[in-house]
């Protein structure tokens, strides 16, 4: 860490006990005492790294004078004290460090150059898939193969572990990176050679945010910004608006964390808060558990804020305790809080950009979908939201009928036309279960099935999947105990989970497993199918596992809309699992009582979930934990013991991960034959110094897209599906179907993720009319015949056709994925043009040298007259070269028939920062440069 030049003398000395600390101080800078906590960390910051240069005087005074009705236009540098990954965006992170070490060596440099400078680590949380369910070897099943199919990936890893200084990885089996980071890794206050300053944390994960709960500044970023974070590249950003959000009153009996964040998600989206911090306030944050702050901070993404903010109060100190932080370290941050006047005080007058207000009292049961998680629905509306938004995911010819049992099977009827009686109770009655009970009044397609030896009917709106999974809410204690105790009542009246759901229990750490045992829960969960499967982020990023394989083919033989209740932060299309078209988010309690429903066609205040053994039927409200029994249990079953044993050799790993074969060396022995691990392709024949940035002529539309556009559409982590281009390079590699393993898996081989790049099967790319999934018309061919995407790109690479990609408003929404601005760049793609940009996408084109225009105010390619068979020149991109960015480009599209469209678009390139990125053909090649010029 480079000693500040201190302009401000702000450097002085706080005590604690018997140690004594070197701080900045706030207090020496006019002002500073007024701000939000947020800026107040930022200020810290830049106090801490003033260099003259970067950061200067001048940057310090305009944040303590930070104008909180001001539009953001004064760029700071922010310096991050940690990077965390996960492993799917972690791995590509280490091989372009591996790949950096060798062009250093190629430019006359040394690998040794090329280590993070402040400490970086992983969680190895995203490869776990839930192959085995329902049964309690899961959990050893799925980590066996887990180790067999990423091997080679995890050996790369032991070897980055060893090569890289400043480097951490926390192995398979552990827990989310997320409850991991504000359980164990999250530092609060740091403590470096007796200088004390705020932990901050930048993740190539978007919901890193889950720190917010804890009073640690920092957010999501792509892959490519961490790794420069991890070489002491600062951020580069503009000081945010601050949306001030007020929280009084406190949550009602039956009603959960989950549905606090849903609703907070809800508001802040309709809000509007994309590149802006939120910060809550008031009494009612006083009245939160830290894990219930942790949840809220956790869907940032979810609201499109940068980050949402929690001061540090007496609750983040109860937490740090509970934890197992050591005596020092809880001591520090309370001092160091206090002292900065970052410590939470209910009356102070803060001033905030924007102001919002939620009274917890008022929040009501909620689920999210069936496709964004800002689209709640309130728990009593649920059904006939459901029925309304059922049209959209089936076809017209949809109709109800009789299915046809094989010869074994039981005589059945139409249970279409029964009462509302839910699988469970249709069991004891000893019909067969059927997700078409009470579906009158609805698009209804019963479709038999005999799954388990047992004949069983399948309908649009059946459960396929319901599971306890996700960093969001497995932190939680409150809804995963809450969970269990549900489960306990459900089980005392004999209901069952319908025999289609498959039900699985991802805890976010090991420790959810200890509470559930010293509660005694575990007995009552797997009575009703949620068996341990793994302890990582599995439904949630897709990792959902196939259906089993009779629910497969029913689902497809019929197109029936299947659902997925996951207690998650992410739904979007296609995400979850290529057999269910619509997914809804719900707490882990609500999670088992719709696997016990089976379907989504359900109104859990009129309908019971069954009978219980005395034939009485069995209402939600029946079985629903109260905040009394929930309260107790956690009392009486979560100690400080239980992390400090979980945690007590976090890094060591279990016997597969010790015994791994290592390699060793400064630098990396690529294997060419590897489908896993293949050295980056950015740096090939890089020079010294840049090139000119160029415009752009004569370039074709890629794919034409509508509004909110994900991370998800443009690089899913999700299954690789038999016969596309993924699936055609592991074919022609030897690797078997079994063998493929997921795009997320596969993030450290850009040979297979650039033909993964727009290949969600649910994208919509409208050059096509009602196609879903990776194709476009490929121009390149008379007509421009449909083929898929990377095809065309390739065919567009041999005749030097430069492409872009039109999109609609929140292009890039959800998670900070790096691969969707990689695999943009190698497809050949030099501009995106859309009518706004969600905050980490935007930069992480820039970071890969693909420039973001955007349309004009109130223009879309829609009104403008595009419908992407034009040819598109882009011009004044070279005025960058000149050490300026042009506030629009001018943008000509020609059509067939010689008639033009221009506009000009806005850049947004948003910073000087961002510009330089950009002249250097990436973030990466500017870090570079700037290594090897300092050597």
């Known amino acids: 860490m480079t000693e500040s030049i201190n302009s401000f003398d702000a450097k002085s000395t706080l005590e604690v006990g018997d140690k004594s600390y070197d701080y900045y101080a706030l207090s020496a800078v006019p002002g500073m005492e007024k701000l939000p906590y947020s800026l107040k960390v930022l200020g810290e910051n830049l106090l801490r790294n003033e260099d003259g240069k970067n950061i200067t005087r001048e940057h310090i005074e305009a944040i303590a004078n930070w104008d909180a009705s001001a539009d953001p236009s004064i760029e700071i540098q922010f310096t991050p004290a ?42 190895i949380d995203h490869s776990v898939i839930i192959e085995a369910f329902g049964d309690d070897a899961a959990f050893e099943k799925n980590v066996e193969i887990e180790y ?49 300053y705020p932990d901050t944390c930048v993740g190539t994960d978007s919901h890193t945010t889950m720190q917010n709960g804890l009073g640690i500044l920092g957010w999501g970023v792509g892959g490519i910004e961490a790794e420069a974070a991890m070489l002491g590249q600062p951020i580069s950003m503009l000081i945010p608006r601050v949306v001030g959000f007020k929280l009084s009153g406190e949550i009602p009996a039956g009603v959960t964390a989950t549905d606090v964040v849903l609703t907070i998600t809800d508001m802040l989206r309709q809000h509007g808060v994309v590149g802006k911090f939120v910060e809550f306030y008031g009494k009612g944050v006083g009245e939160l558990p830290l894990a219930n702050r942790a949840t809220i901070g956790n869907m940032s993404p979810e609201f499109g804020s940068t980050a949402a903010m929690f001061p540090i109060d007496a609750e983040t100190i109860k937490y740090l305790e509970l934890t197992g932080r050591d005596k020092a370290t809880i001591e520090r941050v309370e001092a160091y809080a206090k002292a900065q006047g970052m410590w939470l005080d209910p009356e102070a007058d803060v001033e905030y950009s924007e102001y919002l207000e939620l009274d917890l009292s008022t929040v009501v049961p909620s689920i999210a979908g069936p496709k964004r998680p800002q689209d709640r629905i309130e728990l009593t509306d649920a059904k006939a939201q459901f029925r309304k938004d059922l049209h959209n995911y089936i076809g017209d010819d949809a109709q109800a009928s009789t299915p046809d049992f094989d010869s074994e099977g039981p005589a059945t009827e139409n249970t279409s036309s029964q009462d509302s009686t839910p699988a469970s109770a249709a069991d004891a009655k000893g019909n067969v279960p059927s997700a078409a009970a009470g579906a009158e009044g609805r698009p209804s397609a019963p479709t038999a099935v005999n799954y388990n030896g047992q004949d069983i009917e399948l309908d649009h709106g059946m459960v396929a999947i319901a599971s306890i ?29 319908a025999p289609w759901v498959k039900t699985s229990m991802a805890p976010g750490s090991q420790v959810v497993n200890g ?11 797997e009575a009703l199918g949620f068996y341990l499967v793994g302890y990582g982020c ?97 009392a009486s079953s979560i100690t400080k013991e239980l992390y ?44 010294k110094e840049p090139q000119p940035v160029s415009d752009v002529k004569g370039a074709r539309v890629l794919a034409l897209l509508g509004d909110s556009v994900t991370t998800d559409h443009i690089s899913p982590a999700s299954t690789i599906k038999p016969g596309t281009p993924a699936a055609q390079y592991l074919d022609a590699n030897g690797v078997e179907r079994k063998d493929y393993n997921s795009l997320g898996a596969r993030r450290g081989n ?32 008379d007509g421009g015949p449909q083929a898929y995407i990377y095809d065309a790109a390739q065919n567009y690479k041999e005749q030097n056709t430069p492409l872009v990609v039109l999109g609609g408003k929140e292009y890039g929404t959800g998670s900070s994925r790096d691969w969707a601005a990689k695999g943009t760049l190698l497809l050949g793609v ?6 706004s940009f969600e905050r980490i996408h935007r930069s992480n084109l820039i970071g890969m040298g693909v420039v973001p225009l955007q349309f004009p105010e109130g223009e879309s390619w829609k009104s403008l007259g595009i419908d992407g068979t034009e040819t598109f020149d882009i011009s004044g991109i070279e005025e960058l070269n000149n050490g300026s960015t042009p506030k629009t480009i001018k943008v000509t599209a020609t059509k067939e028939n010689g008639e033009k469209i221009e506009f000009d678009a806005v850049t947004r390139i948003d910073t000087p920062g961002e510009a330089d990125y950009y002249r250097n053909g990436g973030i990466l090649q500017f870090v570079l440069r700037n290594m090897m010029a300092s050597k």
């Open 644 to 687: 400090e044993a979980d945690y007590a050799d976090v890094f060591k790993g279990d016997e597969r991960w010790q015994n791994l074969e290592v390699p060793t060396g400064k630098t990396f022995a690529w294997d060419e034959k590897s489908t896993y691990i293949r050295k980056a392709p950015y740096f090939d024949g890089m020079s």
């Open 750 to 781: 850009h040979e297979v993720m650039v033909r993964g790049t727009f290949a969600n099967i649910r994208l919509q790319n409208q050059l096509l009319d009602g196609v879903s999934g990776g194709y476009t018309r490929d121009f390149t061919q």
């Open 515 to 525: 509470y559930y045992e010293k509660a005694d829960l575990w007995k009552d969960l």
């Open 148 to 196: 067999e199919r990423n091997e080679e990936r995890y050996k790369f890893l032991r070897w980055g572990t060893g090569a890289f200084s400043n480097f951490r990885v926390v192995p398979p089996g552990t827990g989310i990176v997320h409850q991991v980071n504000i359980e164990y890794l999250a530092r609060s206050v740091f403590d470096k050679d007796g200088l004390a």
């Open 469 to 497: 999974t996700s960093c969001t809410n497995t932190s939680n204690p409150s809804v995963m105990i809450g969970a269990g105790l549900l489960a306990r009542k459900a089980n005392e009246k004999g209901l069952k989970a």
């Open 830 to 835: 030099k501009a995106v043009i859309a009518e």
């Open 82 to 123: 940690r990077v965390i990954m996960q492993d799917f965006t972690g791995v590509a992170c280490i091989v372009d460090l591996a790949t950096i070490r060798d062009a250093v060596v190629a430019l006359g440099g040394d690998a040794d150059q090329v280590n993070p400078l402040n400490p970086a680590e992983m969680v």
């Open 538 to 634: 599995t439904t949630c990023i897709g990792n959902s596992g196939p259906l089993p394989e009779e629910i497969s083919e029913g689902i497809n033989r019929s197109d029936l809309a299947a659902t997925a209740v996951l207690s998650g932060n992410r739904n979007f299309e296609g995400r979850i699992n290529p057999d269910v078209k619509m997914n809804y988010l719900a707490s882990p309690i609500l999670v088992i009582a719709y696997a016990i429903a089976g379907t989504m066609d359900f109104d859990f205040e009129t309908q019971p979930l069954g009978q219980d053994q005395d034939g009485n039927d069995v209402f939600l409200k029946d079985i629903w934990p109260s905040t009394q029994e929930i309260e107790e249990t956690i």
